[in-house]
């Protein structure tokens, strides 16, 4: 049965660039403009008027946008909740201007080791977020340490959650890796590790979606009976400002937004394509996180039951459930 039928989520590509080289990340490579403060301003409205709730700022690397603060700030003050994820390079230069604007802030963090991390991110940044965390602390924030997870760094949860979350009351976020286009991710979890890392996501101060461990049990999505749906529960902008279909990672059509994001969003064109979610050949065994979290949430199944007590437990915990209702 379908819960919602409007979007919730809207994944905002602020730019593709980013000051780190990711070994499990492709976006980097890509050639790209930033985004405008006056495209951000309407599409904003339209994404209301489209019943969205949340509103994701990413890329790329997305404090290298000069104006994200603006931008957090606009869609703050309109009632979405923000979130934003950064490998933490810019934040203490930033972190002032981002004040009160960010409501799920996500600092990457996939070692409690400088040298492992830094090689994993291909960049010198493991400083970076240790220093964010004090700066945030500072500032009467509360960031989350985003991990994400492969076979090679699963041994590492418990020393980053002994030595860096926990002293600092911060939420540990396990975000499984997963494959996308060319991306590789390494061996997949066995079952053991994924039981593992369900276990761990019980711990008190750790948010893991059940629903990941589940699907990656089942062995993704299926396209004769798809449990994602990007296209109808997340909108994904670009750079380029355009509407991309299925959604970022798959994506195979793009469309000039041009001023009227929701005429285009309800657009015959686009509704043919949301039919499509979760089916596209491409689609079959995906376990991408940012699309499958929205899809778990919309529509009761067994997933939305395996994600429901890790969703209620990372919202109380953050207080964003009070913007929801507001």
């Avoid at 996500?106 to 830094?118: C, V």
């Avoid at 991710?185 to 948010?207: A, C, I, N, Q």
């Avoid at 079959?284 to 007590?309: D, H, R």
């Amino acid at each position: 049965m379908r819960l919602r039928s409007k979007p919730v989520l809207c994944n905002y590509y602020v730019t593709y660039r980013c000051n780190a080289k990711c070994s499990f990340c492709d976006i980097w490579e890509k050639p790209s403009p930033y985004i405008t403060l006056e495209d951000v301003q309407q599409n904003l409205r339209d994404l209301k008027k489209l019943g969205v709730q949340v509103i994701d700022f990413t890329g790329g690397e997305p404090l290298l946008h000069r104006e994200i603060d603006q931008m957090l700030g606009m869609a703050h003050d309109m009632g979405f909740i923000t979130t934003l994820t950064t490998n933490a390079m810019l934040y203490p230069k930033l972190a002032h201007r981002l004040k009160g604007k960010v409501d799920m802030l996500h600092f990457s963090l996939d070692s409690a080791h400088k040298e492992t991390h830094d090689t994993g991110r291909g960049v010198a940044c493991y400083d970076f977020v240790m220093e964010s965390i004090k700066v945030a602390k500072d500032l009467g924030e509360r960031p989350d340490i985003l991990f994400t997870v492969f076979k090679h760094n699963l041994h590492e949860i418990k020393e980053v959650y002994q030595t860096i979350t926990q002293p600092n009351n911060l939420v540990l976020i396990l975000n499984p890796a997963f494959e996308y286009n060319t991306v590789e991710t390494g061996e997949r979890l066995t079952e053991d590790e994924l039981e593992y890392l369900s276990k761990f996501g019980r711990r008190k101060g750790v948010y893991l979606n059940e629903g990941f461990i589940q699907l990656r049990r089942d062995g993704g999505n299926n396209v004769n009976d798809p449990v994602c749906k990007a296209a109808s529960t997340t909108i994904v902008i670009s750079p380029e400002n355009e509407l991309i279909l299925p959604c970022y990672h798959l994506g195979t059509q793009s469309f000039a937004i041009n001023g009227n994001l929701q005429a285009l969003y309800t657009s015959k064109a686009v509704e043919d394509l949301k039919k499509q979610e979760g089916r596209l050949p491409a689609c079959e065994g995906c376990t991408i996180n940012c699309y499958m979290q929205p899809s778990f949430a919309v529509e009761i199944n067994k997933y939305f039951w395996k994600a429901l007590p890790s969703t209620l437990k990372y919202n109380y915990a953050k207080g964003t459930w009070k913007r929801l209702i507001v």
